[in-house]
């Protein structure tokens, strides 16, 4: 394209960014000087801002060069696959002594645990996205069921966490098969839309049926895990003995925090080693063949619609187990904690560590949900830089940043792919 064609489609952009950019950042709802109440403001610097970064980013994008269908992968993708086993060995050991370390904080332990939280939410929309090529924008649904499975059982039949927690696993892979029934003749922008739709949906039911989900009110004093039926509480309940009165300790909160950390960091390396040993299943190699040509996929004598129900199955299984941990946590769900920001986070996680990549998925959850924390401005902008980075990771390296095509089966070089009688 000459240079006239991409100034007008800079130009283009700049006009579509302006038309948005002025319902969206143009106006500001200001209190100051106002005796009677607030006042709206127009923030023309907001919309300049805007528009300028559009058009000189579409003329970067424009004038930068095409990556070839070969190209090199960067150094850290380089890296990262050659010692995988290192890393990944690395972090374990790091996140075992993290509670113990010097500078370490409840704060910190409890950051910990969210972004391994996050990390399960990547692998299970990993397996969906990542290896069966199935493009889920309504991923936060299973994981509000996940969570609402606790927080029902506790509040309606005093159930607690270990109790509801296989439940809330089965329930939402059950949601998952449900979901995955009328879209198994979709693909791609079709069924991106579908389970949009659909986690819309799941999340308008949680607000309107108050009855059974408390609506917009949420549930609160969701019960926490315990340590064989031991509470990490202050004060015992009736007839029974707390944690620290067992052990002859003073009680702290920094055990909840530290055990409730543990807790999530076991079920996230059984999830880990579960979704490695898919892969090198049938199953596991069923979701890399439809996620490459659906078409010879069916020739080989793959059933399509039994790979998809199982990829839906086990990503929404996984999302289940993440939403209970979510709502140990927070020890309060509502449903303003699943809407559609947080499907886009995960799938940002998903594309910026890789397609398939359980190491590449780790660091990109650790980078995403840290990020916020380093100052405000992160926070407030954090979507927006989201959307910028998956602009960039899609135009050149649509595999993701941290991910290289590794095989999940390997031939011998002695040993050749079709034995020949003799």
Do not use: C
Request: aromatic share 12%; charged share 15%; hydrophobic share 55%.
């Amino acid at each position: 394209m000459d240079l006239r064609g991409l100034v007008k489609e800079a130009a283009l952009a700049a006009f579509v960014a302006l038309i948005v950019a002025i319902p969206l950042a143009g106006f500001d709802l200001s209190q100051q000087g106002t005796a009677n109440g607030a006042q709206i403001g127009f923030r023309p610097s907001w919309v300049a801002i805007a528009v300028v970064t559009v058009f000189v980013g579409r003329l970067v994008i424009g004038l930068l060069p095409r990556p070839q269908r070969r190209e090199r992968p960067p150094v850290v993708s380089l890296f990262i696959a050659r010692h995988q086993r290192v890393l990944g060995l690395t972090g374990l050991a790091i996140a075992i002594v993290w509670p113990y370390l010097p500078f370490s904080s409840d704060y910190l332990v409890d950051l910990a645990t969210e972004v391994i939280i996050y990390m399960m939410l990547g692998w299970g929309l990993g397996v969906v996205v990542g290896l069966a090529g199935l493009l889920n924008l309504g991923y936060a649904a299973f994981y509000a069921v996940g969570a609402y499975t606790l927080a029902l059982t506790s509040a309606y039949w005093a159930w607690g966490f270990w109790e509801a927690l296989p439940l809330a696993g089965v329930t939402a892979a059950a949601v998952g098969i449900l979901l995955a029934l009328p879209v198994l003749r979709l693909r791609g922008d079709y069924l991106a839309i579908v389970t949009l739709g659909f986690g819309e949906i799941i999340r308008i039911i949680l607000i309107n049926w108050q009855s059974f989900t408390y609506g917009p009110n949420g549930i609160n004093g969701v019960p926490r895990p315990t340590f064989f039926g031991l509470p990490l509480v202050a004060r015992a309940p009736r007839g029974g003995e707390t944690f620290a009165q067992f052990f002859h300790i003073d009680f702290s909160l920094s055990q909840r925090y530290i055990f409730l950390y543990f807790v999530t960091l076991a079920l996230a390396i059984v999830v880990n080693l579960f979704i490695l040993r898919l892969r090198r299943l049938p199953i596991g190699r069923a979701w890399e063949a439809l996620r490459e040509d659906e078409i010879a996929s069916r020739a080989l004598g793959i059933n399509p619609v039994g790979v998809k129900l199982s990829a839906f199955a086990v990503g929404a299984l996984l999302a289940g187990f993440a939403g209970v941990f979510f709502a140990a946590r927070q020890s309060f769900v509502s449903p303003e904690s699943f809407n559609f920001q947080e499907s886009a986070t995960v799938l940002a996680i998903v594309v910026l560590g890789g397609m398939g990549s359980q190491l590449g998925i780790a660091l990109a959850a650790i980078i995403l949900v840290t990020l916020p924390e380093f100052g405000r401005d992160f926070a407030q902008f954090r979507m927006l830089l989201f959307g910028a980075a998956m602009v960039g990771i899609m135009i050149w390296r649509p595999r993701g940043f941290f991910s290289l095509r590794t095989p999940s089966i390997r031939l011998g070089e002695d040993r050749p792919l079709v034995e020949v009688p003799k």
